[in-house]
Protein backbone atom coordinates (compact mmCIF):
# COMPACT_ATOMS: atom_id res chain seq x y z
CA UNK A 1 0.00 0.00 0.00
CA UNK A 2 1.34 2.87 -0.70
CA UNK A 3 1.52 6.60 1.22
CA UNK A 4 -1.32 7.87 -0.51
CA UNK A 5 -3.14 5.25 0.12
CA UNK A 6 -2.34 4.71 3.76
CA UNK A 7 -3.37 8.20 4.47
CA UNK A 8 -6.53 8.19 3.06
CA UNK A 9 -7.04 4.86 4.92
CA UNK A 10 -6.05 6.38 8.23
CA UNK A 11 -8.22 9.97 7.77
CA UNK A 12 -11.14 7.90 6.78
CA UNK A 13 -10.59 5.74 9.94
CA UNK A 14 -10.13 8.43 12.55
CA UNK A 15 -12.71 11.16 10.26
CA UNK A 16 -10.64 13.65 9.66
CA UNK A 17 -11.45 15.77 7.04
CA UNK A 18 -8.31 17.65 5.37
CA UNK A 19 -9.12 20.84 6.37
CA UNK A 20 -8.73 19.69 10.22
CA UNK A 21 -5.69 17.42 9.33
CA UNK A 22 -4.38 21.06 8.07
CA UNK A 23 -4.98 22.56 11.05
CA UNK A 24 -3.81 20.23 13.56
CA UNK A 25 -0.31 19.73 10.90
CA UNK A 26 0.26 23.10 9.54
CA UNK A 27 0.63 21.30 6.72
CA UNK A 28 -1.20 23.47 3.82
CA UNK A 29 -4.87 21.86 3.12
CA UNK A 30 -4.09 22.01 -1.05
CA UNK A 31 -0.81 20.06 -0.74
CA UNK A 32 -2.61 17.01 1.35
CA UNK A 33 -5.22 17.62 -1.52
CA UNK A 34 -2.30 17.14 -3.75
CA UNK A 35 -0.98 14.29 -2.68
CA UNK A 36 -3.81 12.35 -1.88
CA UNK A 37 -4.64 12.93 -5.59
CA UNK A 38 -1.19 11.47 -6.56
CA UNK A 39 -0.49 14.97 -8.05
CA UNK A 40 2.81 14.95 -5.89
CA UNK A 41 4.54 12.58 -3.79
CA UNK A 42 5.22 13.34 0.05
CA UNK A 43 8.25 12.53 1.63
CA UNK A 44 8.28 9.23 4.31
CA UNK A 45 9.11 11.98 7.37
CA UNK A 46 6.17 14.26 5.96
CA UNK A 47 3.72 11.03 5.82
CA UNK A 48 4.90 9.96 9.48
CA UNK A 49 4.05 13.74 10.46
CA UNK A 50 1.22 13.87 8.91
CA UNK A 51 0.20 10.52 10.24
CA UNK A 52 1.38 11.37 14.07
CA UNK A 53 -1.40 13.65 14.41
CA UNK A 54 -3.49 11.17 13.49
CA UNK A 55 -2.32 8.79 16.62
CA UNK A 56 -0.20 6.54 14.15
CA UNK A 57 3.65 6.36 12.80
CA UNK A 58 4.71 5.24 9.92
CA UNK A 59 6.10 1.99 9.75
CA UNK A 60 8.65 1.73 6.69
CA UNK A 61 9.96 -2.17 5.99
CA UNK A 62 13.25 -1.82 4.15
CA UNK A 63 14.31 -5.74 2.03
CA UNK A 64 16.46 -6.05 -0.33
CA UNK A 65 15.37 -6.04 -3.80
CA UNK A 66 17.62 -7.29 -6.73
CA UNK A 67 18.09 -4.60 -9.73
CA UNK A 68 17.48 -6.75 -13.16
CA UNK A 69 19.70 -4.83 -15.78
CA UNK A 70 19.92 -5.90 -19.46
CA UNK A 71 23.21 -7.13 -20.52
CA UNK A 72 24.77 -4.00 -21.61
CA UNK A 73 23.63 -1.99 -18.70
CA UNK A 74 24.73 -5.34 -16.24
CA UNK A 75 28.18 -5.08 -17.88
CA UNK A 76 28.47 -1.46 -17.62
CA UNK A 77 27.68 -1.52 -14.29
CA UNK A 78 30.44 -4.54 -13.16
CA UNK A 79 33.16 -2.95 -15.01
CA UNK A 80 32.41 0.36 -13.06
CA UNK A 81 32.09 -1.16 -9.58
CA UNK A 82 35.53 -3.12 -10.37
CA UNK A 83 36.83 0.31 -11.69
CA UNK A 84 35.31 2.47 -8.28
CA UNK A 85 37.05 -0.34 -6.30
CA UNK A 86 40.58 1.81 -7.32
CA UNK A 87 38.85 5.20 -6.93
CA UNK A 88 39.99 7.39 -4.56
CA UNK A 89 42.13 11.53 -4.56
CA UNK A 90 45.51 10.23 -5.63
CA UNK A 91 44.07 7.79 -8.01
CA UNK A 92 41.42 9.92 -9.75
CA UNK A 93 44.65 12.71 -10.00
CA UNK A 94 46.36 10.13 -12.16
CA UNK A 95 43.18 9.53 -14.64
CA UNK A 96 42.14 13.43 -14.69
CA UNK A 97 44.08 13.26 -18.58
CA UNK A 98 42.90 10.45 -19.93
CA UNK A 99 38.95 11.18 -18.19
CA UNK A 100 39.81 14.67 -20.41
CA UNK A 101 40.84 12.98 -23.59
CA UNK A 102 37.79 10.37 -23.33
CA UNK A 103 35.09 13.61 -22.51
CA UNK A 104 36.52 15.76 -25.87
CA UNK A 105 36.23 12.43 -27.75
CA UNK A 106 32.80 11.53 -26.70
CA UNK A 107 31.80 15.45 -27.27
CA UNK A 108 32.45 14.61 -30.76
CA UNK A 109 29.89 11.35 -30.78
CA UNK A 110 27.47 11.94 -28.19
CA UNK A 111 24.23 14.10 -29.25
CA UNK A 112 20.52 14.42 -27.22
CA UNK A 113 19.51 14.34 -24.00
CA UNK A 114 20.80 13.24 -21.38
CA UNK A 115 23.62 11.99 -23.11
CA UNK A 116 24.99 15.64 -23.71
CA UNK A 117 24.01 17.40 -20.37
CA UNK A 118 25.68 14.02 -18.82
CA UNK A 119 29.08 14.34 -20.26
CA UNK A 120 28.90 17.84 -18.65
CA UNK A 121 27.85 16.59 -15.15
CA UNK A 122 31.11 13.79 -15.29
CA UNK A 123 33.21 16.73 -15.99
CA UNK A 124 32.00 18.40 -12.92
CA UNK A 125 32.71 15.29 -10.90
CA UNK A 126 35.95 14.66 -12.00
CA UNK A 127 37.29 18.60 -11.83
CA UNK A 128 35.57 19.14 -8.38
CA UNK A 129 37.25 15.98 -7.52
CA UNK A 130 34.09 14.66 -6.06
CA UNK A 131 34.56 10.89 -5.79
CA UNK A 132 31.95 10.46 -3.12
CA UNK A 133 29.50 11.66 -6.74
CA UNK A 134 31.71 9.62 -8.73
CA UNK A 135 31.19 6.46 -6.84
CA UNK A 136 27.40 6.74 -6.75
CA UNK A 137 27.70 7.46 -10.31
CA UNK A 138 29.66 4.10 -11.16
CA UNK A 139 27.85 2.03 -8.87
CA UNK A 140 24.25 3.18 -8.49
CA UNK A 141 21.39 1.04 -10.01
CA UNK A 142 19.10 4.08 -10.17
CA UNK A 143 17.80 5.31 -13.64
CA UNK A 144 20.02 8.51 -13.49
CA UNK A 145 23.15 6.48 -12.77
CA UNK A 146 22.26 4.11 -15.39
CA UNK A 147 22.26 7.04 -18.13
CA UNK A 148 25.20 8.73 -16.41
CA UNK A 149 27.36 5.04 -17.48
CA UNK A 150 25.81 5.41 -20.96
CA UNK A 151 28.29 8.09 -21.42
CA UNK A 152 31.07 7.41 -19.20
CA UNK A 153 34.58 8.89 -19.92
CA UNK A 154 36.22 6.05 -17.70
CA UNK A 155 37.14 3.95 -20.46
CA UNK A 156 40.55 2.46 -20.91
CA UNK A 157 41.12 3.19 -16.73
CA UNK A 158 40.51 -0.71 -15.84
CA UNK A 159 43.32 -2.75 -15.71
CA UNK A 160 42.90 -5.53 -18.86
CA UNK A 161 43.24 -8.51 -16.63
CA UNK A 162 40.42 -7.21 -14.05
CA UNK A 163 38.29 -5.98 -17.29
CA UNK A 164 38.90 -9.61 -18.60
CA UNK A 165 37.43 -11.40 -15.59
CA UNK A 166 34.65 -8.94 -15.01
CA UNK A 167 33.51 -9.60 -18.86
CA UNK A 168 34.09 -13.67 -18.27
CA UNK A 169 31.69 -13.31 -15.63
CA UNK A 170 28.79 -11.32 -17.31
CA UNK A 171 29.29 -12.47 -20.92
CA UNK A 172 30.45 -9.63 -23.42
Not at 79 to 105: F, K, S
Not at 109 to 120: A, D, F, K, M, T
Amino acid sequence: MGGREVLREVMTESKVSQSELSRMSGVRQPSISQFLSGRIEMSDEMLDRLLSCLGYRLEVVRRPVRVELDQSHLRSWRLHRQLATHLDTGVLDDWVPTIRRNVERLRHRVQGEPHVSNLGRWEVLVEQRDVPGLRRVMTGLDTDSVQMREVSPLGGLLPQSERAKVLAVVGR
